[in-house]
């Protein structure tokens, strides 16, 4: 089955075409790098919108499919395609590398170098969103690794080197831990394929055993873990986000770390059910650490990054509790969580790197007052810092609470702790605010300079208005996600079924 | 007819969106939009209540759209309108539109005139929002955007620590309230039916709870759990003990808010809230006598802290504090029908002392009753006002206080013994707050040297509805909307109470007018003896003192050990140990890289013939 006419492919296409692109603009030719690469991010942002609004809810659970064999002899092609779930992951990723490379304005040194390995790392993450082959996934997800080590050990600030490695070391021992089961997966089936669809096919006629599940799921679970942070496997995280540049930060906060709970809902609830059920109870128990540890931890803070860094961790947890309930609303409250704290975090670490570009300090007991000079900045942080703490009207409230719903009942004593825990993200996020830009003025940052004009205000607002439209109407997305959460879910329930 | 009802509720949020793109040259635009929209909110309102001012008729709106579906989950947004939330529309829309027009005059000259104005919108939004919700999840998402409006009210001078701080402080105190508030949602859910025809609508609500109830001994227990937990939002909106601290410290914001958001209205959306729910309260006897008893509490606790206030917000907010419990007393001894009346006058009567105290601030540039004097010599008009309003609080005949709480006070009489004679000592104090009040503000020597002259008809018309609405509002059947069948009837007059009350409304009301005219030496070697309890007071019990040394050595602490153990335990300890280890391991392992085929060659072979042992001697089966 050989469709040709598919636009998927282009996601990747184009921002590695624009980075080829780059390498023979010359270096000096700053201003035309810039918009290379701010008009091939907009362009995978149409595209995106094109796929969230022609993806057919009621369709074939995979759409805008295409299939092209690579390597006959071991199963491997070219297969790519998108369920409600893909859409909206594809949507948040367009969405932060658009405004990513908007904010990267700010990159003075080495302009050129930089957007090459910025393309590339939007391409890889748009590769492994959109791959339905287990060897493509996982050559997209080692590819989005490479461009970040340099780009935090370049273009970072404080304690890049160590940053760097740490990051870098980290994520791929998750990614190995992940390989070693992907590879069982493959031997398992006995299929000779590495292809998602036929696996699943496989895994519903004729499903792993028990024993196979049991060892296996825990590789995927905790590999794909590390990535997206979970405790005691996070430290890499504030640490690395401190480092990295502004938009690296919003990209891996925003969608990277998104990428391991994306794989476990894509690979190991329709693949290993079984498995799924006995591990992820115990990764219910690890988020809570997750959501109180990271809050309070964020509380003892002094830099602005580490604070949203470890907030990054704490809200981690809440998506691994709605996944954890292993049904439909849980599923679909996870991945409508994942977006929405992807665009805030982005925005956090956008705003604070707007300020940390003109104070060249990000401690928040050198800054205060900031309000005066900043008026716009200040209004984007306020907004930001509420929805983080799921104040209604954003989406970040549609999610959490519909992860309490759903979690309540299998979990009651988690839900009662997650709850506090947005008791505690309120409380270190408005101590920040009130640290940061209320209070007396500060002379020593009076030359600071808000966001003027459309260009410069673009980036936040964007961010702001896709909270807001998305929090008041969550059913735009929610329509899309429920579909494939509910097949997902139908499916887990047939293979479940047919042990004894 | 349906249809307009979204207006009440839309109306204050165009004006919000609109107000952002004025520009600053023509920033008088916001103001006005601001007073249209909350003014056509009223107009509308006033349609709906017409019907029962005619001929007291009931009638209830219901409309709703489906907001989230999920398998599980059925979420709606919609609206539901009877007589309760007509009457708290009345008051939410009627007293917003006067303080909106008083604060074209107050915040003219304020540098965030434009922000001012589109918080206020934002507040009556999500106020109107609160109160026509026909779902118990939708009232709790305007019920956190009430708690945001507030905070950037009360924030809205950012600049001054004091303001920055306890915009924060109401914030993170409400939020420890709604904590409960939303697991007792929760609960409620989880209470009302089976899985998947669960549902959070007040209109079926009732009858699933009942049934609940009555299906098994255990479950009242449950629905007393539930039902306290929802009673955790009230105490932090309507800031009852021991959530009250952050009201007296959100007298920070500008003078017009902390009348209409934080004395008429939004701290008494959690009076609302026992309103709404009540009829499934009533199935708790145990929770509605708890709530009967912080109520009456707090009302004695607050009057207590007034009496020692020297600003006269704080004066007020205290007094706020205080008429608050009375309400939420009134609830838990089992009529929300006199709760909601009192809240009703008393929105106009504190309303009225607000914006007469904020004229008279605005005039006199001071907050410090010890520093004015004299005042109602020079500013008559406001003067009468305030005294109107104190009138009012105290409950003196004909004025609207009088009428709710002699209803308060003849239910606890009937109840609650113990509360009543509570309730009563908070009469004579309320009395005495407020005649030590006005007899340093308007009489005596004045201690202003500003010269002073009555604001402009844009203060004063406000004042002047305000003060009929409390002098006479007890005879405009405002508790006509109260006769619903869920509600118990009110009790009529009782002689002996509102003897009672008005001896000691009087006698509190003499004794702190002369006290505070009897010269100072004389006052202060009468207080001498009583200098221990004059500390306490100050230190308002002691409270702030408990929180902040609950944050400042049990959290904050705490903070820093979780931030040390990361540091040390799980970066230092774990990880960076694990890497020194490969290192290490890699370290030795690189000896055996020794470049040599016959050491290669020999460990190739050893290795082959362990192989060879093992499968032969079947250890690998």
């Known amino acids: 089955m050989l469709t040709s006419h598919s636009l998927l492919p282009y996601l990747v296409l184009i921002p590695l075409m624009a980075s080829a692109f780059i390498l023979v603009v010359p270096s000096e030719r700053i201003s035309a790098i810039r918009k290379i690469a701010i008009g091939a991010t907009f362009l995978t942002l149409i595209l995106a919108f094109f796929f969230l609004f022609s993806y057919q809810p009621s369709g074939s659970p995979y759409q805008f499919t295409i299939q092209i064999p690579w390597v006959r002899s071991f199963g491997i092609s070219y297969h790519a395609g998108l369920d409600g779930i893909g859409v909206v992951m594809v949507l948040l990723h367009a969405i932060l590398s658009f405004t990513g490379a908007l904010v990267s304005r700010s990159i003075k040194q080495d302009v050129k170098l930089y957007f090459i390995f910025y393309l590339i790392l939007v391409a890889s993450i748009f590769g492994v969103f959109t791959s339905l082959d287990l060897f493509f996934l996982y050559l997209f997800y080692e590819m989005s690794v490479i461009p970040l080590y340099p780009m935090i050990g370049i273009w970072g600030s404080q304690n890049r080197e160590y940053a760097s490695m740490k990051l870098t070391l980290y994520i791929s021992l998750g990614a190995v831990i992940a390989l070693v089961g992907l590879l069982a997966l493959y031997f398992a089936s006995g299929l000779q394929t590495f292809d998602l669809e036929a696996l699943s096919q496989q895994a519903q006629n004729q499903p792993f055993s028990v024993y196979f599940q049991m060892w296996c799921a825990p590789l995927l679970i905790f590999g794909?873990?590390?990535?997206?942070?979970?405790?005691?496997?996070?430290?890499?995280?504030?640490?690395?986000?401190?480092?990295?540049?502004?938009?690296?930060?919003?990209?891996?906060?925003?969608?990277?770390?998104?990428?391991?709970?994306?794989?476990?809902?894509?690979?190991?609830?329709?693949?290993?059910?079984?498995?799924?059920?006995?591990?992820?109870?115990?990764?219910?128990?690890?988020?809570?650490?997750?959501?109180?540890?990271?809050?309070?931890?964020?509380?003892?803070?002094?830099?602005?990054?580490?604070?949203?860094?470890?907030?990054?961790?704490?809200?981690?947890?809440?998506?691994?509790?709605?996944?954890?309930?292993?049904?439909?609303?849980?599923?679909?409250?996870?991945?409508?969580?994942?977006?929405?704290?992807?665009?805030?975090?982005?925005?956090?670490?956008?705003?604070?790197?707007?300020?940390?570009?003109?104070?060249h300090t990000r401690m928040i007991p050198d800054l205060g007052g900031l309000a005066k000079q900043l008026p716009f900045i200040t209004v984007c942080f306020v907004i930001a810092a509420f929805a983080s703490s799921g104040l209604p009207g954003f989406a970040n409230f549609v999610s959490e609470i519909l992860i309490f719903f759903s979690a309540w009942e299998h979990y009651p004593v988690q839900t009662i702790l997650a709850i506090f825990g947005i008791v505690i993200t309120a409380t270190y996020m408005l101590r920040m605010i009130r640290n940061v830009f209320f209070g007396p003025p500060n002379p020593n940052w009076a030359y600071l300079k808000d966001a003027k004009g459309l260009a410069g205000k673009l980036p936040y607002g964007f961010l702001v208005a896709v909270l807001l439209i998305f929090g008041v109407w969550p059913s735009l997305l929610l329509n899309i996600i429920r579909p494939t959460t509910e097949a997902l879910i139908e499916s887990r329930a047939a293979v479940l079924a047919q042990y004894p | 007819m349906i249809h307009i009802a979204w207006w009440i509720l839309f109306f204050p949020l165009i004006s919000f969106a609109i107000i952002p793109f004025i520009p600053e040259a023509k920033r008088i635009f916001a103001g006005w939009i601001a007073c249209v929209g909350i003014f056509f909110s009223f107009l509308i309102t006033l349609r709906f209540a017409r019907p029962m001012f005619d001929a007291g008729e009931f009638h209830t709106w219901y409309s709703k759209i489906n907001?989230?579906?999920?398998?599980?989950?059925?979420?709606?947004?919609?609206?539901?309108?009877?007589?309760?939330?007509?009457?708290?529309?009345?008051?939410?829309?009627?007293?917003?539109?006067?303080?909106?027009?008083?604060?074209?005059?107050?915040?003219?000259?304020?540098?965030?005139?434009?922000?001012?104005?589109?918080?206020?919108?934002?507040?009556?939004?999500?106020?109107?929002?609160?109160?026509?919700?026909?779902?118990?999840?939708?009232?709790?998402?305007?019920?956190?955007?009430?708690?945001?409006?507030?905070?950037?009210?009360?924030?809205?001078?950012?600049?001054?620590?004091?303001?920055?701080?306890?915009?924060?402080?109401?914030?993170?105190?409400?939020?420890?309230?709604?904590?409960?508030?939303?697991?007792?949602?929760?609960?409620?859910?989880?209470?009302?039916?089976?899985?998947?025809?669960?549902?959070?609508?007040?209109?079926?609500?009732?009858?699933?709870?009942?049934?609940?109830?009555?299906?098994?001994?255990?479950?009242?227990?449950?629905?007393?759990?539930?039902?306290?937990?929802?009673?955790?939002?009230?105490?932090?909106?309507?800031?009852?003990?021991?959530?009250?601290?952050?009201?007296?410290?959100?007298?920070?914001?500008?003078?017009?808010?902390?009348?209409?958001?934080?004395?008429?209205?939004?701290?008494?959306?959690g009076v609302y809230l026992l309103a709404r729910m009540f009829s499934l309260f009533l199935l708790s006897p145990v929770a509605l006598e708890i709530i009967a008893y912080i109520g009456g509490f707090t009302a004695l606790f607050a009057a207590t802290q007034a009496i020692v206030q020297k600003d006269i917000k704080r004066v007020l907010a205290y007094s706020t504090l205080s008429q608050l419990g009375y309400m939420v007393m009134a609830i838990g001894l089992g009529s929300a029908a006199v709760g909601m009346y009192h809240l009703t006058t008393h929105a106009f009567f504190k309303a009225l002392l607000f914006l007469g105290a904020g004229s008279i601030i605005h005039a006199t540039e001071k907050q410090n009753i010890f520093e004015m004097g004299g005042v109602i010599k020079k500013m008559p008009f406001t003067s009468a006002a305030f005294l109107i309003g104190t009138f009012a609080l105290i409950g003196f005949w004909p004025s609207s206080g009088f009428f709710s709480k002699d209803k308060i006070l003849a239910l606890a009489f009937s109840e609650n013994r113990l509360l009543f004679i509570s309730s009563a000592i908070t009469v004579f104090l309320t009395a005495l707050y407020m005649g030590r009040a006005i007899s340093?503000?308007?009489?005596?020597?004045?201690?202003?040297?500003?010269?002073?002259?009555?604001?402009?008809?844009?203060?004063?018309?406000?004042?002047?509805?305000?003060?009929?609405?409390?002098?006479?509002?007890?005879?405009?059947?405002?508790?006509r909307f109260l006769h619903d069948p869920n509600h118990h009837e009110m009790s009529g007059p009782n002689s002996l109470v509102i003897q009672?009350?008005?001896?000691?409304?009087?006698?509190?009301v003499f004794s702190g007018f002369f006290f505070y005219r009897i010269g100072e030496k004389n006052r202060k070697s009468l207080l001498q003896p009583?200098?221990?309890?004059?500390?306490?007071?100050?230190?308002?019990?002691?409270?702030?003192?408990?929180?902040?040394?609950?944050?400042?050595?049990?959290?904050?602490?705490?903070?820093?050990?979780?931030?040390?153990?990361?540091?040390?335990?799980?970066?230092?300890?774990?990880?960076?140990?694990?890497?020194?280890?490969?290192?290490?391991?890699?370290?030795?392992?690189?000896?055996?890289?020794?470049?040599?085929?016959?050491?290669?060659?020999?460990?190739?072979?050893?290795?082959?013939v362990i192989a060879i042992y093992l499968i032969r001697f079947g250890a690998l089966h």
Not at chain 2, 553 to 568: C, G, H, S, V
């Open chain 1, 224 to 359: 794909f873990g590390v990535i997206a942070s979970l405790w005691p496997f996070h430290s890499w995280s504030p640490i690395g986000y401190a480092a990295a540049p502004t938009a690296v930060s919003m990209l891996h906060a925003g969608v990277l770390k998104k990428l391991g709970i994306f794989l476990i809902i894509r690979i190991v609830i329709p693949l290993l059910p079984e498995g799924a059920k006995f591990w992820l109870p115990i990764t219910a128990v690890l988020c809570i650490v997750n959501i109180l540890y990271g809050a309070w931890a964020a509380m003892a803070q002094k830099d602005m990054k580490f604070v949203i860094g470890f907030a990054s961790v704490s809200h981690m947890g809440y998506a691994f509790l709605g996944l954890a309930c292993l049904n439909q609303m849980g599923l679909t409250a996870t991945v409508f969580f994942m977006f929405a704290h992807g665009i805030m975090a982005a925005l956090c670490f956008a705003l604070i790197g707007f300020i940390y570009d003109q104070t």
């Open chain 2, 530 to 608: 009583f200098s221990w309890a004059y500390e306490i007071l100050m230190r308002k019990y002691f409270m702030d003192d408990l929180y902040d040394f609950l944050i400042r050595y049990i959290q904050q602490p705490f903070a820093k050990l979780l931030d040390w153990f990361e540091r040390t335990i799980i970066v230092e300890g774990a990880v960076n140990h694990a890497a020194s280890f490969t290192a290490l391991t890699g370290r030795y392992f690189k000896k055996l890289q020794t470049g040599r085929i016959q050491t290669y060659l020999s460990v190739f072979f050893s290795g082959v």
């Open chain 2, 67 to 269: 907001w989230i579906l999920i398998p599980g989950l059925q979420l709606e947004l919609g609206f539901f309108i009877d007589s309760l939330a007509i009457l708290m529309l009345l008051v939410v829309t009627g007293v917003g539109t006067a303080i909106f027009y008083y604060s074209l005059e107050y915040m003219e000259h304020d540098e965030g005139y434009k922000r001012y104005f589109a918080g206020l919108s934002l507040f009556a939004f999500s106020m109107i929002g609160i109160v026509i919700s026909g779902n118990l999840l939708q009232l709790f998402i305007f019920w956190e955007l009430v708690g945001l409006s507030s905070y950037l009210l009360i924030g809205h001078w950012y600049q001054k620590d004091e303001a920055a701080d306890a915009g924060k402080k109401a914030f993170l105190t409400n939020r420890i309230g709604d904590f409960g508030f939303l697991i007792g949602i929760l609960l409620l859910w989880t209470f009302s039916g089976p899985a998947g025809s669960r549902t959070l609508n007040f209109l079926q609500l009732n009858a699933s709870i009942s049934s609940f109830v009555q299906s098994s001994p255990a479950h009242a227990t449950g629905l007393t759990i539930a039902m306290l937990l929802i009673f955790c939002g009230v105490l932090g909106k309507s800031a009852q003990f021991p959530l009250h601290v952050w009201l007296p410290d959100a007298m920070e914001g500008p003078t017009p808010v902390s009348a209409l958001i934080h004395a008429a209205t939004m701290v008494a959306a």
């Open chain 2, 500 to 508: 009672l009350a008005t001896v000691l409304g009087l006698a509190g």
């Open chain 2, 440 to 479: 340093l503000m308007f009489f005596g020597a004045s201690k202003i040297r500003k010269k002073l002259h009555e604001p402009s008809q844009k203060i004063l018309m406000p004042l002047l509805i305000l003060s009929i609405l409390s002098l006479a509002g007890g005879f405009f059947g405002f508790e």
